[in-house]
């Protein structure tokens, strides 16, 4: 599956609610100066695909997927993610266990330390 879309509407540390879009078929990479939501991008994407990273009443985030011809909405408002596949309720896709989630997410000192890495 592919990302096109996430919108985040309420989630700690975010004042104001904001969309990114327009994600590649590629890896994407996302930079800028401290305080701008890079980290708090990657916890609402976390709590989207695994509900127990997070708290449930503090975060509203919904993101926008594509898998060959369909597309898959997640919507969390307060509650458990809502997953619908071109507009239709469905149950989440499979994913991997959520105490991998953080394998998915790589910060830029895990791409130039090596050291960190176990051989």
């Given amino acids: 599956m592919k990302l096109r879309r996430i919108k ?12 990114v879009e327009g994600f ?4 994407t990479i996302i930079v800028g100066p401290n305080g701008i939501g890079k980290s708090s991008l990657c916890r609402a994407m976390r709590h ?19 898998n060959k ?9 307060g509650q458990p993610p809502r997953w619908q ?4 309720d469905t ?4 994913t991997p266990s959520a105490h991998l989630s953080q394998c998915f997410f790589l910060r830029l000192p895990d791409l130039i330390d ?6």
């Avoid at 011809?69 to 408002?77: F, M, P, R, Y």
């Avoid at 149950?91 to 499979?94: D, G, I, R, V, Y």
């Avoid at 090596?114 to 051989?119: D, E, G, L, V």
Wanted: hydrophobic share 35%.
């Fill in 91 to 94: 149950e989440p896709p499979p």
């Fill in 8 to 19: 985040i509407s309420r989630l700690p540390g975010i004042d104001d609610p904001f969309t």
């Fill in 85 to 88: 596949i071109n507009g239709a």
């Fill in 48 to 66: 989207l695909i695994w509900p127990e990273e997070l708290s449930r009443q503090s975060t509203s985030a919904s993101a926008l997927f594509e």
């Fill in 24 to 27: 590649s078929d590629g890896i």
């Fill in 114 to 119: 090596s050291t960190q890495r176990a051989a």
């Fill in 69 to 77: 011809t369909e597309q898959w909405l997640v919507n969390a408002d």
